[in-house]
């Protein structure tokens, strides 16, 4: 089983409309939650976090967890062109003295103008 | 500031040859991480550099893949006897010591055998 899961998309809407994504982790013992984005042939950025259960806004964006049934997803409110990326979810694990956390492979966002 | 800086940005080197990959993380920054990513593909996890603590190796992909940081800053990531499988966007990343969430990463370095 995987650390992280997401959907790989290709995950389609119209400019204006909510783009909902979502992310599945394995262990329950995970504290930390990103989000990350990347264009075509650039680097992640990080765009949000979130620690603690519940909906966390910034801008267009809505981070939501649910540590309950091991789910983050992320929400784009009105969807533009510019948001057509791909949208990594990172989670991070409680331990120390190694790497802690684990990216999913990505949904691929596209939004049609 | 400046950023993440990785150098070369792009690398053709032939089978066989081995090519040093560079990452100079932002200043402060006492975590630092090399990732590999394919055409396509997320992020392969490859090593982790924090503070002066042993790093984890627990990603490389083979005994041909060698990292070292020097001082605390300055990371280089070696492969030795390239392979084809080895084309990829080498991505290095830091981040303050207590954040591994949030990390900046540098641009890439495209490395393609040939």
């Known amino acids: 089983q995987k650390e992280v899961e997401q959907n790989s998309g290709p995950l389609s809407v119209p400019e204006g409309a909510i783009a909902s994504l979502n992310c599945t982790y394995s262990?329950?013992?995970?504290?930390?939650f990103f989000w990350y984005r990347q264009y075509s042939g650039k680097s992640p950025e990080l765009i949000m976090f979130i620690y603690s259960n519940g909906d966390k806004e910034d801008g267009r964006f809505t981070a939501q967890l649910n540590k309950a049934s091991q789910y983050v997803s992320l929400l784009i409110r009105d969807s533009q062109p510019s948001d057509s990326a791909t949208y990594l979810c990172a989670v991070s694990r409680a331990q120390t003295g190694a790497n802690n956390l684990f990216f999913g492979t990505g949904t691929r966002l596209t939004v049609i103008p | 500031g400046a950023g993440v800086s990785q150098s070369p940005s792009n690398k053709v080197t032939e089978k066989g040859k081995d090519v040093e990959l560079r990452c100079d993380p932002i200043s402060g920054h006492t975590a630092l991480y090399w990732y590999r990513q394919s055409l396509g593909q997320g992020l392969e996890f490859l090593i982790y550099?924090?503070?002066?603590?042993?790093?984890?190796k627990s990603g490389l992909p083979s005994d041909r893949f060698s990292a070292e940081r020097t001082g605390g800053s300055v990371s280089t990531l070696t492969i030795q006897r390239t392979q084809q499988e080895d084309s990829a966007v080498y991505l290095c990343a830091s981040s303050l010591g207590g954040r591994v969430g949030e990390q900046y990463f540098g641009p890439g370095t495209r490395l393609t055998v040939t």
């Open positions: 262990d329950r013992g995970s504290q930390s």
């Open positions: 550099f924090q503070g002066n603590s042993a790093p984890d």
